[in-house]
């Protein structure tokens, strides 16, 4: 059946009359606008919460995006294919036909199963004796366990395998090259730089162009002692690459040891303003500003112990000292002895200053060799300047207490200068025209304590800033991580003792745990 018109909605009613008021008309046209209105302001609502919505969620990958640019990403596993082609080039002729079965055992020393893994490599090298892998493996076996038993015996035994792998007929070059590293880097760790070295020469020779073995070179104549010996490798380095500041503030430190004062200043400055990782250490800092000294431009020495200073290397210009305690102590040049916690030893020096005096008089001969030997340091401009030590790092000294029984009985219940690792205590003896130059102790975690036993005229020490002289049966005070400098120019020798204790800002656990120096 057909609809009826008038039933629809938009259909104007029958009882509305031709003479209906223009009000009635205006709500009949609201009622039939009405509908059609509710449906295009949802039609808007939808298409705006559509659009916010679009933008939130753009937003929020945006966000999701940047938060995981900046996370740390994660490296991929190497792709097995790579691992065999690398490991294939590891292997001789014989390896490869046995790779399978290194394969597995190597598996056993990746999952850290060093017992198992030793076995089967000790077996394999025994089975298959043309085999470098197996024995580099077992190596690698022994190494591992060494450090896990903290066994210095594996650990020799695992450097002596690494080189008898590198010496197996048809071993393969980068297999040669991973063996003596290892080699030499266990060498190294137990202080055996002389065999580390032959190593590293050995590969240097097989590859001359890797620039890194001949600064390991270096490293180790340095390690070693064997200064003007570092030279050549770190030269070579330099052939290999001119700009390598590393090598530079190095070749700058060697130099200026052979007291070639002015070349060395050219290589450390370069050196350390390169950029490069390793070449703007402290020691550099320091010595350069020292190299600066030693040729009469202390203006330029302070510029180069600033600049330091900024980039956070030393604690202050004048404060220079290297291994300095976790947490900050009381920073000062000089010390008045009731700043110190250890007055009462320090009235127990001016008390017995006389009895220490002679004692230490009664051990010098003409020359005050008596004993004395020549200040070790190279410290020293002009003149000559000698020690006897009585404690080192904490440690008597037995031979020293020996000559002078009374003075360390006298010390002997000053705990916190003969326990002190980071302290000696000495007597120091001067002649006439001598100077030192200006320098800071190793550590900020002592103060040095002076008394004054046979002080002429016209001698001077300063500290930081402020000269100052000793007095006979006095004890001066100060930090020797500060800058200080010496003068002898009286007409008889000065003798003095020195003591270093604790710094009192030191707790307990502090002075336990700090290594000696």
């Known amino acids: 059946m057909q609809r009826r018109r008038g039933n629809h909605p938009t259909t104007k009613p029958k009882h509305v009359q031709k003479g209906q008021s223009k009000e009635a008309k205006a709500t009949g046209i609201i009622k039939r606008l009405k509908y059609p209105l509710i449906v295009i302001w949802f039609l808007v609502f939808a298409l705006f919460v559509l659009y916010v919505g679009r933008g939130y969620v753009l937003k929020t990958i945006q966000s999701e995006e940047t938060k995981a640019s900046q996370m740390p990403k994660v490296q991929k596993a190497e792709k097995p294919q790579k691992r065999t082609d690398k490991l294939r080039k590891l292997m001789n002729k014989h390896d490869k036909s046995i790779s399978d079965i290194l394969t597995k055992a190597n598996k056993l020393l990746e999952q850290e199963k060093l017992d198992e893994s030793l076995r089967e490599f000790t077996f394999l090298s025994s089975k298959y004796p043309q085999s470098p892998l197996a024995k580099y493996n ?3 076996a022994l190494d591992k366990k060494a450090h896990k038993m903290r066994s210095n015996e594996l650990l020799l035994e695992a450097a002596s395998t690494f080189h ?3 010496d197996m007929v048809d071993c393969p070059p980068e297999l040669i090259k991973l063996a003596l ?6 060498l190294v760790f137990l202080g055996r730089y002389k065999g580390a070295i032959r190593a590293l020469e050995r590969l240097a020779l097989l590859f001359p162009s890797d620039h890194e073995l001949h600064r390991n070179i270096g490293v180790n104549y340095l390690m070693a002692g064997r200064t003007k010996e570092a030279l050549g490798p770190f030269q070579k380095v330099l052939e290999l690459n001119p700009t390598d500041g590393h090598a530079k503030s190095h070749v700058g430190f060697i130099l200026k040891a052979l007291n070639k ?4 200043i050219k290589y450390f400055d370069e050196g350390i303003h390169s950029g490069h990782p390793g070449a703007d250490d402290a020691k550099f800092f320091y010595h350069l500003g020292d190299a600066y000294h030693r040729i009469g431009k202390p203006d330029k020495a302070h510029q180069v112990y600033e600049e330091g200073a900024r980039k956070g290397l030393f604690l202050s210009a004048w404060q220079r000292s290297l291994y300095n305690a976790d947490t900050p102590l009381k920073a000062q040049a000089w010390w008045t002895h009731k700043e110190t916690n250890f007055g009462k030893h320090l009235a127990t020096l001016e008390k017995n200053w006389k009895i220490i005096r002679d004692e230490a008089v009664s051990l010098l001969d003409a020359r005050g060799q008596g004993g004395f030997q020549p200040e070790a340091e190279k410290l020293q401009d002009t003149g000559d300047w000698k020690q006897l030590t009585l404690y080192q790092q904490g440690r008597r000294d037995a031979a020293g207490c020996k000559r002078a029984p009374k003075t360390c009985g006298i010390i002997s219940e000053m705990s916190d200068a003969t326990g002190c690792s980071r302290g000696q205590i000495k007597f120091s003896v001067m002649y006439p025209g001598t100077h030192v130059w200006p320098h ?4 900020n975690c002592r103060l040095r304590a002076h008394l004054g036993l046979v002080i002429p005229k016209n001698v001077s020490i300063k500290a930081g800033d402020e000269l100052r ?3 006979e049966g006095k004890v001066l005070v100060f930090d020797d991580s500060f800058e200080h400098e010496v003068w002898h120019n009286g007409t008889s020798l000065r003798l003095i003792f020195i ?4 710094h009192p800002d030191l707790t307990p656990a502090q002075k336990r745990s700090l290594s000696p120096i």
């Open 469 to 471: 002289t000793w007095q």
């Open 164 to 166: 008898e792998a590198a």
């Open 138 to 140: 077992k190596a690698q």
């Open 440 to 443: 800071t102790g190793p550590t």
């Open 261 to 264: 004062l002015e070349e060395s």
């Open 499 to 502: 003591i270093d204790f604790w």
């Open 181 to 186: 590293k290892k080699h030499a880097d266990i």
